[in-house]
């Protein structure tokens, strides 16, 4: 595979399977400004910025090193702290130096990295209204949600982000190199798809459809990979080293949202962010839920996809797609079938996946009026933490009488799953303070949640029969 590092292209033979970025960064290039802070994509401290083509353009995201594989990193170009300009500082840094926003420094070449991603992918503002003002902080907490300061505080780093608004982005070297770079990680790609054809390397990046079908089936032991933010987390705390990756972000066929009749088909690749910003106006709630999952770097890197495979109880997307009846497109060799994602869930982190069988796309239907559609995740912080509970209904009225029902839960139970008594008692009723209060009793016949560190049984279990009722008030209102 070849990258461009900073201003260097570079060749690397076969790497294995499981280095991520940030051990060959300090370990292999010896460049150390890019920091080790917990190893799990939770503080920031390793934040760098990926270039990837875009048809003509490059784009840039912030991305957590630390749980970023080296092999998925094919033709990118890696910006790290190393490589800004040293003299003069480099504006993001200047504004930090500015605004005293940095003490002992540890966090600070992981918010330079993420203020720097900011700056370049935003318009220059000028702050001149509330409204401005408001909407730039927004952009900028968006921004900085995965990076976590201990003796700073936030305050100044905002005000480094405030100073920087109105700077010209075009003074900055890296945008004036843009058209360089783009035609170098052209040549980089083109370069490393010829070496690659018909090797079985420890990481493989099948381009297509058929490659990724045809290298699955004929290799079912191999992991499939896709943003890597679950996965990365098996090699970096739980030490396991995986002989063979197929990675299916390279896939063309599956990097696409499309929108069809009554929904979109959402491609395997599709990262959350990609989700996050085409569902603004189609799904505002699936936005604002994404809003709340993770932080900006993992959200750049994840999947919906990935959130599904990994089957964790604790998934904030599935209780969403339940509400709305999503369902899976899998794949095996050539054969496609259709399957429920609520059949996709048999127990605790085991699916209905059979081996050598992907997930190809995910079919989301789109409520239309009158169904309305809520969800909320429950979380000790809002940014960049695991949901307690998160709780997804949708409901459509008739007249106040409840004509449709799906209520789906995440954290309540070994998988996400529906509350299918509480649905078939609140069927046909009509929405009043009686029939309310008997949700809880119905709920706990659906959900025997567990006592763990983010919440107690007690606490989930009333929590989620709140924000049902408080949904179905809305939905009254
Ligand atoms: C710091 C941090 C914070 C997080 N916060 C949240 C959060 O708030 N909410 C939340 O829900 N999750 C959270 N996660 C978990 C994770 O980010 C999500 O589950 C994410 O969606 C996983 O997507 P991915 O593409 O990175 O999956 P990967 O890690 O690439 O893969 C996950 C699993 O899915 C399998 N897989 C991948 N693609 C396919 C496919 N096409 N077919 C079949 N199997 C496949 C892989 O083999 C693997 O077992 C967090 C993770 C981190 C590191
Ligand atoms: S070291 Fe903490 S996010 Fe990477
Ligand atoms: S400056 Fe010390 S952790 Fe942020």
Request: aromatic fraction near 6%; charged fraction near 15%.
């Amino acid at each position: 595979m070849r990258l461009l590092l900073n201003q260097t292209p570079i060749e690397v033979a076969n790497p294995s399977a499981d280095v991520t970025l940030l051990q060959w960064l300090r370990e292999c290039q010896y460049l150390t400004a890019t920091k080790e802070g917990c190893a799990v994509g939770d503080c920031g401290a390793c934040t760098v910025m990926i270039g990837r083509l875009v048809n003509d353009g490059i784009v840039y995201q912030s991305v957590n090193a630390c749980i970023a594989l080296l092999g998925s990193l094919n033709a990118c170009h890696v910006v790290t702290l190393d490589g800004l300009q040293a003299e003069p500082l480099h504006p993001v840094q200047q504004a930090m130096v500015d605004c005293h926003a940095s003490q002992c420094g540890f966090c600070s070449p992981g918010f330079v990295m993420s203020l720097l991603v900011w700056w370049l992918n935003t318009p220059v503002q000028e702050l001149t209204t509330p409204a401005d003002f408001a909407s730039h902080r927004h952009g900028v907490e968006l921004a900085l949600s995965g990076n976590l300061c201990r003796c700073t505080g936030y305050q100044p780093i905002l005000l480094a982000a405030d100073q920087l608004a109105p700077v010209d982005r075009s003074t900055d070297p890296l945008f004036s190199a843009l058209g360089g770079y783009s035609y170098c990680l052209d040549t980089l790609r083109a370069m490393s798809t010829e070496q690659h054809h018909g090797r079985l390397n420890a990481y493989q990046r099948p381009q297509d459809l058929n490659q990724l079908a045809l290298a699955y089936a004929a290799m079912p032991e191999a992991r499939l990979v896709a943003g890597a933010t679950d996965l990365a987390l098996d090699i970096t705390q739980g030490l396991k080293s995986f002989e063979h990756l197929i990675d299916i972000k390279s896939v063309a066929q599956l990097q696409a949202i499309d929108e069809h009749s009554g929904g979109l088909t959402i491609g395997a690749a599709v990262s959350l962010s990609q989700l996050e910003t085409y569902c603004q106006a189609k799904l505002p709630c699936m936005t604002a839920l994404l809003g709340r999952f993770a932080s900006r770097q993992v959200r750049n890197r994840g999947t919906l996809v990935g959130n599904i495979a990994n089957s964790s109880p604790i998934a904030d997307t599935p209780p969403l797609l339940l509400v709305l009846d999503a369902q899976l497109i899998l794949q095996r060799g050539q054969n496609q079938r259709t399957l429920a994602l609520a059949d996709f869930y048999l127990d605790y982190k085991k699916t209905a996946l059979e081996a050598g069988e992907f997930i190809h796309s995910v079919i989301l239907p789109l409520p239309t009026v009158p169904q309305q559609v809520f969800v909320e995740k429950v979380s000790k912080r809002a940014e960049d933490d695991i949901s307690s509970t998160c709780v997804a209904l949708s409901v459509t009225l008739n007249n106040g009488v409840i004509a449709q029902i799906n209520i789906a839960c995440g954290g309540m139970a070994a998988i996400p799953k529906m509350a299918s008594h509480t649905q078939s008692q609140l069927l046909g009723q009509a929405i009043d303070p009686s029939l309310l209060a008997q949700v809880p009793q119905w709920l706990a016949q659906d959900y025997h949640p567990i006592d763990d560190m983010r919440a107690s049984a007690d606490y989930r279990q009333q929590v989620t029969a709140n924000l049902i009722v408080g949904f179905l008030k809305q939905a009254m209102a």
